[in-house]
């Protein structure tokens, strides 16, 4: 079932960022390290392409991910003019002070305290932008969550007389191209569960582990993956778990199962794990004769 979320308040979000990147010096995009591409708004790289504005790419989460594919999708993103991508855990105080110096090199116009140099926090929900402005703030101004949206208003503070942020909410688009996208989304919570069914997005889960981290999934769960699909790894979480319906016989709770999964994999319980690599976004581009939201393909002149 391909997946679509698209929250009414977007909309009226969309339109307010525009009008402050207009003020804007530099767009800090929050992505999620596991999942950068899947995790990239197009609507941010049309808005910030209208307005010529450079963007330092925070691939959050980056201690949940594989650090192998992290590399590669830095290299990816340095290639690309007027962008920088540094791999952070925003809830490393450490990381998040990076911040403003990383945004300074990108705009040195901006280093000569006649005008103070404005960032602005942008992408999709539940990518940590929150807890980064908490962070750099050191006090909590943002509400935070483990829900998608939970920001659904502009924030703008002075971090100093020369630097000044503005938080902005979780911005999904009107259409998700690629069904993959949306598990991947929704496999990682970017996605209100109202819009997806957990035992098909923990199948697609169990099949991109099957494919790159059988072991971590041998490990964690305890059974020989050699000759299991996507389907019976979620059934053997349920046996292992001890997740059966009552009054049904014995019969298996898929979806509490299908949630021991997903928790596991968002938790990191199962281990640092990406679900794409510039290599394997490039497959996808390459089977769907197409890019999504104006993408370049990985892996060619940026």
Not at 255 to 265: C, F
Not at 268 to 285: D, H, N
Not at 288 to 293: E, R
Request: hydrophobic share 45%; net charge neutral; aromatic share 4%.
């Amino acid at each position: 079932m391909p997946i679509q979320w698209f929250p009414g308040h977007m909309t009226s979000a969309r339109k307010k960022a525009a009008e402050t990147m207009a003020r804007t010096d530099v767009v800090i995009e929050v992505l999620d390290a596991r999942l950068p591409e899947a995790s990239a708004n197009p609507m941010i790289r049309e808005l910030r392409e209208f307005r010529q504005r450079p963007c330092l790419k925070l691939l959050n989460k980056a201690d949940l991910a594989d650090p192998v594919a992290t590399r590669a999708w830095l290299d990816f993103y340095d290639r690309q003019p007027g962008v920088k991508a540094v791999a952070i855990s925003c809830k490393k105080p450490g990381d998040a002070a990076k911040v403003p110096a990383l945004c300074q090199q990108l705009a040195p116009h901006r280093n000569d305290n006649i005008k103070p140099l404005r960032m602005m926090i942008m992408g999709i929900p539940n990518v940590g932008k929150s807890t980064l402005m908490n962070a750099l703030l050191k006090r909590r101004i943002a509400a935070v969550g483990d829900e998608p949206a939970v920001t659904k208003s502009q924030q703008s503070f002075d971090l100093s007389p020369s630097l000044s942020i503005t938080d902005t909410p979780g911005l999904m688009w009107p259409k998700i191209e690629h069904d993959a996208d949306g598990y991947m989304l929704a496999a990682s919570h970017a996605i209100g569960r109202n819009a997806v069914i957990d035992e098909e997005v923990a199948v697609f889960l169990a099949g991109i582990l099957l494919e790159r981290y059988p072991a971590l999934l041998a490990a964690r769960y305890k059974f020989d993956v050699a000759s299991a699909d996507a389907v019976g790894v979620v059934e053997t979480v349920a046996k292992k778990r001890g997740c059966i319906v009552k009054g049904r016989g014995g019969e298996l709770d898929l979806e509490k199962a299908a949630m021991i999964l997903l928790t596991d994999y968002r938790s990191g319980a199962l281990g640092r794990i990406s679900l794409e690599t510039p290599e394997s976004r490039a497959a996808m581009l390459a089977a769907s004769g197409g890019t999504a939201g104006g993408e370049e393909p990985p892996g060619g002149d940026e």
